[in-house]
Protein backbone atom coordinates (compact mmCIF):
# COMPACT_ATOMS: atom_id res chain seq x y z
CA UNK A 1 0.00 0.00 0.00
CA UNK A 2 1.00 3.61 -0.60
CA UNK A 3 1.08 6.15 2.35
CA UNK A 4 -1.06 8.81 1.72
CA UNK A 5 0.70 12.37 1.48
CA UNK A 6 1.68 14.04 4.40
CA UNK A 7 -0.84 16.95 4.98
CA UNK A 8 1.20 19.97 4.37
CA UNK A 9 -1.32 22.52 5.25
CA UNK A 10 0.54 24.34 8.04
CA UNK A 11 3.53 25.41 5.25
CA UNK A 12 5.16 28.49 6.46
CA UNK A 13 3.18 29.05 9.11
CA UNK A 14 5.84 29.89 12.07
CA UNK A 15 4.03 28.38 15.78
CA UNK A 16 5.37 28.91 18.81
CA UNK A 17 4.43 26.36 21.71
CA UNK A 18 5.18 25.76 25.59
CA UNK A 19 4.66 22.76 26.92
CA UNK A 20 5.60 21.00 30.58
CA UNK A 21 5.68 22.41 34.07
CA UNK A 22 7.94 24.88 35.38
CA UNK A 23 9.22 24.45 38.48
CA UNK A 24 9.85 27.41 41.13
CA UNK A 25 12.99 27.08 43.62
CA UNK A 26 12.91 26.45 47.17
CA UNK A 27 16.20 25.83 47.95
CA UNK A 28 18.98 23.75 46.31
CA UNK A 29 17.47 20.59 46.59
CA UNK A 30 13.39 21.53 46.09
CA UNK A 31 10.69 23.13 44.12
CA UNK A 32 7.32 23.91 43.91
CA UNK A 33 6.00 22.20 40.70
CA UNK A 34 3.12 20.16 39.20
CA UNK A 35 2.28 16.71 37.23
CA UNK A 36 2.43 18.17 33.83
CA UNK A 37 3.89 15.46 31.79
CA UNK A 38 4.75 17.74 28.30
CA UNK A 39 2.89 15.22 26.15
CA UNK A 40 -0.51 17.13 24.95
CA UNK A 41 1.84 20.65 23.93
CA UNK A 42 4.94 18.33 22.37
CA UNK A 43 2.36 16.43 20.33
CA UNK A 44 0.88 20.18 19.27
CA UNK A 45 4.44 20.77 18.27
CA UNK A 46 4.55 17.34 16.25
CA UNK A 47 1.50 17.84 14.69
CA UNK A 48 2.39 21.46 13.39
CA UNK A 49 5.61 20.39 12.09
CA UNK A 50 4.34 17.31 10.30
CA UNK A 51 1.56 19.79 8.45
CA UNK A 52 4.03 21.78 7.51
CA UNK A 53 4.93 24.59 10.16
CA UNK A 54 8.19 25.96 11.48
CA UNK A 55 7.99 25.70 15.32
CA UNK A 56 9.77 26.78 18.11
CA UNK A 57 8.79 24.26 21.29
CA UNK A 58 9.66 25.62 24.84
CA UNK A 59 9.73 23.06 26.97
CA UNK A 60 9.58 22.88 30.92
CA UNK A 61 10.89 19.92 32.57
CA UNK A 62 9.76 17.73 30.16
CA UNK A 63 11.35 14.00 30.17
CA UNK A 64 13.68 13.62 26.94
CA UNK A 65 11.79 10.26 26.20
CA UNK A 66 8.83 12.73 25.50
CA UNK A 67 10.58 14.86 23.56
CA UNK A 68 12.64 12.60 21.68
CA UNK A 69 10.47 13.16 18.37
CA UNK A 70 10.23 16.57 18.51
CA UNK A 71 13.95 17.58 19.10
CA UNK A 72 14.75 15.23 15.78
CA UNK A 73 12.11 17.13 13.78
CA UNK A 74 13.44 19.13 11.19
CA UNK A 75 10.93 21.99 11.35
CA UNK A 76 11.07 22.50 15.11
CA UNK A 77 13.64 24.26 17.34
CA UNK A 78 13.62 23.32 21.11
CA UNK A 79 14.34 25.31 24.22
CA UNK A 80 15.02 24.21 27.88
CA UNK A 81 13.86 26.28 30.38
CA UNK A 82 12.88 25.62 34.22
CA UNK A 83 11.02 28.22 36.19
CA UNK A 84 7.94 31.09 35.39
CA UNK A 85 10.67 33.99 34.71
CA UNK A 86 12.64 31.80 31.82
CA UNK A 87 9.47 30.37 30.33
CA UNK A 88 8.46 34.07 29.86
CA UNK A 89 11.63 35.36 28.19
CA UNK A 90 11.53 32.07 25.97
CA UNK A 91 8.12 32.47 25.06
CA UNK A 92 8.19 36.35 24.31
CA UNK A 93 11.28 35.93 22.02
CA UNK A 94 9.61 33.24 20.05
CA UNK A 95 6.26 35.05 19.93
CA UNK A 96 8.01 38.14 18.42
CA UNK A 97 8.06 35.92 14.96
CA UNK A 98 5.26 33.69 15.32
CA UNK A 99 2.23 33.84 13.62
CA UNK A 100 0.42 31.41 16.41
CA UNK A 101 1.78 31.20 19.68
CA UNK A 102 0.11 28.44 22.15
CA UNK A 103 0.51 28.24 25.75
CA UNK A 104 0.39 24.97 26.77
CA UNK A 105 2.97 24.63 29.39
CA UNK A 106 2.08 24.35 33.20
CA UNK A 107 3.45 27.24 34.54
CA UNK A 108 3.46 27.55 38.69
CA UNK A 109 1.21 30.25 39.89
CA UNK A 110 3.24 30.72 42.36
CA UNK A 111 7.41 31.22 43.49
CA UNK A 112 8.95 31.33 46.92
CA UNK A 113 9.52 34.59 47.50
CA UNK A 114 13.13 34.38 48.77
CA UNK A 115 15.14 31.60 47.17
CA UNK A 116 17.05 29.72 50.29
CA UNK A 117 20.71 29.31 49.46
CA UNK A 118 21.29 26.76 52.65
CA UNK A 119 19.40 23.77 52.13
CA UNK A 120 16.32 23.72 54.47
CA UNK A 121 16.99 21.51 57.41
CA UNK A 122 14.74 20.25 60.01
CA UNK A 123 16.82 21.09 62.91
CA UNK A 124 15.63 24.87 62.20
CA UNK A 125 12.20 24.00 62.77
CA UNK A 126 8.93 23.70 60.26
CA UNK A 127 9.98 26.33 57.26
CA UNK A 128 7.71 29.35 56.48
CA UNK A 129 7.13 29.55 52.99
CA UNK A 130 6.19 32.94 52.02
CA UNK A 131 4.59 32.96 48.29
CA UNK A 132 4.60 35.27 45.58
CA UNK A 133 2.77 35.19 42.06
CA UNK A 134 5.08 34.21 39.01
CA UNK A 135 4.33 36.50 35.78
CA UNK A 136 0.98 35.58 33.35
CA UNK A 137 3.18 34.32 30.91
CA UNK A 138 -0.16 34.35 28.71
CA UNK A 139 -1.54 37.77 29.48
CA UNK A 140 1.96 39.19 28.67
CA UNK A 141 1.52 37.66 24.98
CA UNK A 142 -2.01 38.90 24.71
CA UNK A 143 -0.79 42.14 25.30
CA UNK A 144 2.16 41.97 22.89
CA UNK A 145 0.24 40.27 20.35
CA UNK A 146 1.46 41.46 16.57
CA UNK A 147 -1.71 42.05 14.22
CA UNK A 148 -2.93 38.66 13.05
CA UNK A 149 -1.51 36.41 16.06
CA UNK A 150 -3.73 33.78 16.60
CA UNK A 151 -3.18 32.86 20.71
CA UNK A 152 -4.17 29.84 22.31
CA UNK A 153 -4.43 28.65 25.80
CA UNK A 154 -4.76 25.85 27.41
CA UNK A 155 -7.42 25.56 31.36
CA UNK A 156 -7.04 22.55 33.23
CA UNK A 157 -9.41 22.54 34.92
CA UNK A 158 -11.68 20.65 38.07
CA UNK A 159 -15.41 20.27 37.49
CA UNK A 160 -18.11 18.13 39.00
CA UNK A 161 -19.75 17.90 34.97
CA UNK A 162 -19.69 19.30 31.48
CA UNK A 163 -21.81 22.29 32.47
CA UNK A 164 -19.63 23.29 34.75
CA UNK A 165 -16.27 22.82 32.62
CA UNK A 166 -17.64 25.00 29.57
CA UNK A 167 -18.90 27.33 32.76
CA UNK A 168 -15.18 27.89 33.62
CA UNK A 169 -14.02 27.53 30.90
CA UNK A 170 -15.87 30.13 29.20
CA UNK A 171 -14.99 32.44 32.31
CA UNK A 172 -11.22 31.83 32.21
CA UNK A 173 -11.21 32.62 27.84
CA UNK A 174 -13.13 36.02 28.81
CA UNK A 175 -10.40 36.82 31.60
CA UNK A 176 -7.55 35.65 29.26
CA UNK A 177 -8.51 37.08 26.05
CA UNK A 178 -7.34 34.46 23.52
CA UNK A 179 -8.29 34.01 20.36
CA UNK A 180 -8.81 30.17 21.19
CA UNK A 181 -9.42 28.37 24.69
CA UNK A 182 -8.80 24.59 25.14
CA UNK A 183 -10.43 23.42 27.96
CA UNK A 184 -9.56 20.45 29.45
CA UNK A 185 -10.91 18.20 32.74
CA UNK A 186 -7.90 17.07 34.96
CA UNK A 187 -9.39 14.31 37.64
CA UNK A 188 -7.86 11.04 38.37
CA UNK A 189 -8.41 9.52 35.05
CA UNK A 190 -7.98 12.38 32.75
CA UNK A 191 -5.41 14.50 32.05
CA UNK A 192 -1.93 15.28 33.31
CA UNK A 193 0.25 11.96 32.68
CA UNK A 194 -2.41 9.86 30.93
CA UNK A 195 -1.73 9.31 27.04
CA UNK A 196 -5.57 10.10 25.49
CA UNK A 197 -7.30 13.33 26.47
CA UNK A 198 -10.69 15.48 25.89
CA UNK A 199 -10.48 18.97 25.02
CA UNK A 200 -13.48 21.82 24.69
CA UNK A 201 -12.19 24.10 22.46
CA UNK A 202 -13.91 27.26 22.87
CA UNK A 203 -13.58 30.43 20.15
CA UNK A 204 -13.57 34.15 20.94
CA UNK A 205 -17.26 34.23 21.46
CA UNK A 206 -17.45 31.65 23.85
CA UNK A 207 -18.79 29.02 21.56
CA UNK A 208 -17.35 25.38 21.77
CA UNK A 209 -16.13 24.77 18.47
CA UNK A 210 -15.29 21.47 18.79
CA UNK A 211 -15.32 18.66 21.49
CA UNK A 212 -12.15 16.93 20.40
CA UNK A 213 -11.23 13.58 22.17
CA UNK A 214 -8.80 10.78 21.70
CA UNK A 215 -4.87 10.63 21.87
CA UNK A 216 -2.76 13.99 22.27
CA UNK A 217 -1.53 13.26 18.49
CA UNK A 218 -5.39 13.72 17.49
CA UNK A 219 -6.57 16.32 20.20
CA UNK A 220 -3.53 18.51 18.62
CA UNK A 221 -4.63 17.73 14.96
CA UNK A 222 -8.12 19.28 16.28
CA UNK A 223 -6.48 22.60 17.46
CA UNK A 224 -4.81 23.21 14.25
CA UNK A 225 -8.00 22.86 12.38
CA UNK A 226 -9.70 25.27 14.60
CA UNK A 227 -6.83 27.67 14.47
CA UNK A 228 -6.64 27.13 10.30
CA UNK A 229 -10.69 28.00 10.76
CA UNK A 230 -10.59 31.27 12.77
CA UNK A 231 -7.46 32.49 10.69
N1 LIG B 1 -0.45 30.74 32.32
C1 LIG B 1 0.63 31.57 32.10
N2 LIG B 1 1.33 32.08 33.16
C2 LIG B 1 0.96 31.80 34.43
C3 LIG B 1 -0.15 30.96 34.67
C4 LIG B 1 -0.84 30.43 33.58
O1 LIG B 1 0.96 31.84 30.95
N3 LIG B 1 1.65 32.32 35.45
C5 LIG B 1 -1.20 30.22 31.16
C6 LIG B 1 -1.18 28.71 30.99
O2 LIG B 1 -0.09 28.30 30.18
C7 LIG B 1 -2.50 28.46 30.29
C8 LIG B 1 -3.41 29.57 30.79
O3 LIG B 1 -2.54 30.58 31.32
O4 LIG B 1 -2.40 28.60 28.88
C9 LIG B 1 -4.40 29.16 31.84
O5 LIG B 1 -3.70 28.60 32.93
P1 LIG B 1 -4.53 28.21 34.23
O6 LIG B 1 -3.60 27.69 35.26
O7 LIG B 1 -5.69 27.37 33.81
O8 LIG B 1 -5.15 29.65 34.66
P2 LIG B 1 -4.75 30.68 35.78
O9 LIG B 1 -4.98 32.02 35.19
O10 LIG B 1 -3.39 30.41 36.32
O11 LIG B 1 -5.86 30.46 36.89
P3 LIG B 1 -6.09 29.25 37.96
O12 LIG B 1 -4.83 28.43 38.02
O13 LIG B 1 -6.40 29.96 39.22
O14 LIG B 1 -7.26 28.48 37.42
CA1 LIG C 1 -2.71 28.38 37.20
Not at 49 to 64: F, I, K, P, Q
Not at 104 to 133: I, M
Request: net charge negative; aromatic share 2%.
Amino acid sequence: AIAAPPRADLAGLRVAVSTGGTREPIDPVRFLGNRSSGRQGTELALAAADRGADVTLVAAHVDEGVLASASRHTRITMVRVGTAAELETAMTDAAAGADVVAMVAAVADYRAAEVSREKLRKEDGVPRLDLVTTPDVLAGLVAARRPGQIVVGFAAETAADDAELLARGRRKRERKGVDLLAVNRVDETHGFEATDNRVLLLDAAGTVVSDAAGTKREVADAIWDAVAAVR
